[in-house]
Structures are given as C-alpha cells and as structure tokens.
C-alpha cells in the first residue's frame, strides 16, 4: 500500500525555519519524481517544489532562495528545509510523488505568525 506520511510542520514566527520530513512507502522512491505542495485557506494548491529521481529541481518563484528541496532514496525521504519563513507562507504542505502515478500525503500544518 502506498503512503507518503509528512511530519515537521508547526508554528513558527516570521524569519524562522521548519524542516519538514516526508516518509514514502510502497512506491519506488529512487524512480520517482517527488514534490511539495502546500494549500493556504480558501485558497488553490500550488506547487512550492519537485526534485526528480536525477536531482533536477523546480521551485515556485515564491520561494526560491529560502526553501531547499532534497531527498535521501537510501531513507525514502523527501525534505523541504523552509528558511526565511513569511506569513504568507502558511499553508498546509502536501507531498506527493510516484514512478508513473502521483501520490498524495496527509498534509501538515505550517503556520508562520507575524
């Protein structure tokens, strides 16, 4: 069964930094393309950033310089380390990826206070 499990979202006041996690199961993580969305209130989710199984790596305009996607294939593990946090980052970030079909996590919080 497939499940991408995030972790690490939270409250943090703007400038600070949140590691968030994503732990992958049940797909081929080295053969899969893996990206974080996030989804802030009444609002459409959009994409922050992907990372393909070669290392290739596309961030949303929002957030580049600040935000830094990674993943560990031997740990099955996507990262976004979030830097220079905003309040308009707040959102719930989604990871999703997959070999041939998208997957999605449970989401986790991430509120950046003012």
């Known amino acids: 069964q497939v499940q991408l499990v995030e972790s690490g979202g939270g409250l943090v006041q703007a400038g600070g930094s949140l590691r968030l996690s994503c732990a992958a199961s049940?797909?081929?993580?080295?053969?899969?393309?893996m990206g974080w969305y996030r989804q802030a209130p009444g609002k459409q989710r959009e994409l922050v950033a992907t990372?393909?199984?070669?290392?290739?790596?596309h961030y949303a305009n929002s957030v580049k310089g600040r935000f830094t996607i990674s993943r560990d294939n031997a740990k099955n593990t996507v990262y976004l380390q979030m830097n220079s946090l905003k309040p308009e980052d707040t959102a719930v970030y989604y990871c999703?990826?997959?070999?041939?079909?998208?997957?999605w996590g449970q989401g986790t919080q991430v509120t950046v206070s003012s």
């Open positions: 049940g797909i081929i993580f080295s053969r899969s393309n």
């Open positions: 999703c990826g997959g070999a041939t079909t998208a997957y």
């Open positions: 990372i393909t199984p070669g290392g290739s790596i």
